[in-house]
Every structure is written in structure tokens, then in C-alpha cells.
């Protein structure tokens, strides 16, 4: 009686029948559902569906969109539903794909502490960690729109543990994710099977490490390796969504910063300026964790040759805010600046205001270069050289 109509049929009945039914949401919290029935956006996914299994994506979709919205609305979610809603994940449709992703992003970003059983395991997991493994899984996703989508909710889940978020730069399972039988399982092993040590190999009867599929069961070998797999994407928008989440974590967790150093540095040079730019502010919005080596400031001060002045200013910036570790790498910087300095005059201002601010943060590295940079003999009077030249000002 709620949607004014005693079809049993009817869109709206049949979705509110599957929200109450499998979701748990109140009659009394229906009335939500009303308003987002009325949205011609919402409805157009139901009417202009075609075949059956059409319709039903679109039922799905405005199902999980409306659980969604109950939760903006400040609607307390029960987190039981999330094994349910990551069975949709393996939907054939992308709609309902990436509106899942949304909702297990938001189960594990509201309840990060509560924990999950595993599939075919007795092993409990943090729910924050399961949802990220799910978000990164959804990196290898057919659609690029889920894939992008995947990628951007990744750097919204910033309570995840650090050893899952080291994974996802590594294609490879690291050992500390896989699950170990104990020295108990491994004895009651060889009991049951009959099978003991020959005595005529040394350790032959040593415990091995569990490495078929059965034992990868904290994130899915599937995940492994998301943000590499996302930096390396064919598609500028999810590359770019992938180095703005690899950024967002990085602020929050140093050590990860510094991991995601070499990853970001080589994607200055990436063939497409938007992501080169995006990769650029990101190296300078965490600077603060970040000492760059020698070959990392080649590959740098490499992309100074970019015909973009967009892109020489950002590494400008960047350059004035982030720490040198060695003399040799700050004296190659400051000449790479003067000579790229030769080549685009017009960027005189912002070459002078990087050079500034890195001598300003790096005055112990400064030191033994000034009577390099002024060409100062120890005792012969030199030349006064010319105050018009770059170098001098400096």
C-alpha cells in the first residue's frame, strides 16, 4: 500500500520485496526508496531494459544504489549483508558491478574493525581488508569503466593494513600472505598418509611452505599487484585514477610512500600530459616522506625536456619541495635547471623560485658547492663573472 498500487508485479513492489526480504531494510525506512523511484535517471535503468536478464540488472542496480542512498540518509546498514553483496560482484553486467564495488566499499570503510570468515577457511580477516582485496580484484575487471571506478575507490581506503596495501604493488603473493599449516597440521599429515622420512636424504621430511591455491586465502592472487596493474592500464583514465589513489594512501602512510616512490617517478613519463601532471603534484603532495636518490632525480629532471610548460612549472614545484639525499644529485639538478633554463628563457621565474627553495631546504648539501656554482679559486683572483649570467644570479 506504501507505493499505491496492488500489483504484484510492479517495479516498485518487487523491489521493495527484495530490499525487505534479502536486505533487511525497515518498511519504515521505505519511504527513501519512494523518492528514489520518482527520479527519472533511476528509472530509466528499469525502463528501458529489453530482455530478461536486462531487467534484472536493472533491478539489482537500483536495489544496491537504494542501500546506498538509505546509508547517506544516515540509515545504519547491518554489515551481515556483505558476503551477500560480494556475491555480485561476479555479475555479468557492469552496472551492477560497479554499484556493488560502491557498496562493499562503503560496508568496509563504516565497519573496518569487524571481521569476516574466509570462504572454506576458519580464518578471520578484518572486514576493511577483505572489501580492499575485493576493490583490487575488480582492477582485472573486463570494463573499463568498473576498472576506473575500482581504481578511485581504492584511495578512499585509507584503514586498510599495510601488508595488504605493500601487495598491491607487487605482482607476485608476498610469503606474509599466504597461510601456513602448522607444525600439528604437518605431523597429523604425515601420520594419516603412512609417509616418513627415508633417512637417506637430510631434511627430506622438512616442513614445506603451502603454495597451491587452497592456501592463498587472505587476498586473492588475482589482486596481487592492483596498482600495477592499474599504472600500466591501455586507458589514460584509469592510470589516472590509479596515481591519485596511490597518492592518497601514500599521504596517510609513509612507509608506503616511500614504496610507491619509483612507481609514481615512471609515470612522468607516461605518453598523455594530464597523467604526467597528475603524477608530478602527487610525488609533490607527499614530499614530506619522500628523499629522492640519484637515479630517481635522472629520470626527473629528464622529463624537464617536456615541451609543456605546465608540465617544467609542476616539476618546478615539485622540485622546491621535495628533500635531495646526496651533493652529486643536488648539483646535477641545479645544472639540468640552468641548461633547461637556455633552452626556455620564459620559465626564468619559476627556474629562480625553484632554485631558491631548494637551496633553502638543502643548505648542508649547498655548502661544498658554492665555490663550484661561483667558479671560487681557493687562492688565484678569477674574473668577476658576469652578473647577467644565470649561474652567478643563482
Known amino acids: 500500500h506504501l507505493f499505491g498500487g496492488d500489483e504484484a508485479d510492479h517495479p516498485d513492489i518487487v523491489l521493495a520485496a527484495v530490499l525487505v526480504e534479502e536486505f533487511a531494510v525497515p518498511l519504515v525506512h521505505l519511504e527513501v526508496l519512494v523518492e528514489v523511484l520518482e527520479d527519472d535517471d533511476a ?5 528501458e531494459v529489453g530482455e530478461d536478464g536486462e531487467a534484472f540488472a536493472g533491478y539489482f542496480h537500483l536495489a544496491f544504489s537504494t542501500i546506498i542512498t538509505l546509508h547517506e540518509r544516515s540509515f545504519k546498514i547491518n554489515p551481515d549483508i556483505y558476503v551477500d553483496v560480494c556475491e555480485a560482484l561476479k555479475d555479468d553486467y557492469e552496472i551492477v558491478r560497479q554499484v556493488v564495488l560502491k557498496l562493499v566499499c562503503l560496508l568496509g570503510n563504516t565497519y573496518p574493525e569487524n571481521e569476516v570468515l574466509l570462504p572454506g577457511s576458519e580464518h578471520e580477516i578484518r572486514l576493511i581488508d577483505d572489501a580492499f582485496g575485493k576493490v583490487c580484484n575488480a582492477m582485472s575487471d573486463l570494463s573499463i569503466h568498473v576498472r576506473t571506478l575500482a581504481a ?3 584511495g578512499t581506503m585509507k584503514l ?7 601487495q598491491t604493488l607487487d605482482k607476485k603473493l608476498m610469503s606474509n600472505m599466504r597461510r601456513k599449516r602448522t607444525a600439528h597440521e604437518l605431523a597429523w599429515e604425515n601420520v594419516t598418509s603412512g609417509e616418513w622420512a627415508s633417512g637417506k636424504k637430510w631434511a627430506d621430511d622438512a616442513p614445506r611452505e603451502v603454495l597451491d591455491a587452497d592456501s592463498i586465502n587472505l587476498m586473492s592472487s588475482g589482486a596481487c599487484g592492483a596498482f600495477v596493474h592499474g599504472l600500466e ?4 583514465e584509469v592510470r589516472s585514477a590509479a596515481v591519485e589513489s596511490l597518492c592518497e594512501l601514500s599521504i596517510r602512510n609513509p612507509q608506503f610512500a616511500n614504496t610507491s616512490l619509483d612507481f609514481l617517478v615512471d609515470m612522468f613519463n607516461d605518453e598523455i600530459e594530464d597523467v604526467r601532471l597528475k603524477a608530478i603534484d602527487s610525488l609533490r603532495r ?5 628523499i629522492l636518490r640519484d637515479d630517481q632525480l635522472e629520470t626527473i629532471l629528464g622529463a624537464l625536456e617536456d615541451f609543456s610548460q605546465d608540465v617544467r612549472e609542476g616539476l618546478h614545484r615539485m622540485l622546491a619541495s621535495c628533500k635531495m639525499s646526496t651533493t652529486a644529485g643536488l648539483k646535477m639538478c641545479v645544472e639540468k635547471l640552468l641548461d633547461n633554463l637556455k633552452k626556455y628563457p620564459h620559465d626564468k621565474r619559476s627556474t629562480y ?3 631558491q627553495r631548494i637551496g633553502a ?5 649547498v655548502l661544498p658547492l658554492v665555490p663550484q656554482l661561483l667558479n671560487i679559486h681557493p687562492f688565484f683572483d678569477t674574473a668577476e663573472p658576469d652578473v647577467e649570467n644565470p649561474q652567478c644570479i643563482l
Not at 286 to 290: D, F, N, R, V, W
Open 43 to 47: 528509472v530509466a535503468a528499469l525502463v
Open 152 to 154: 578511485k575507490l581504492l
Open 160 to 166: 586498510v593494513s599495510a601488508k595488504f596495501l605493500n
Open 233 to 236: 592500464d591501455e586507458f589514460l
Open 286 to 290: 607527499i614530499s614530506e616522506h619522500i
Open 353 to 355: 623560485r625553484c632554485l
Open 361 to 365: 631546504q638543502h643548505p648542508e648539501l
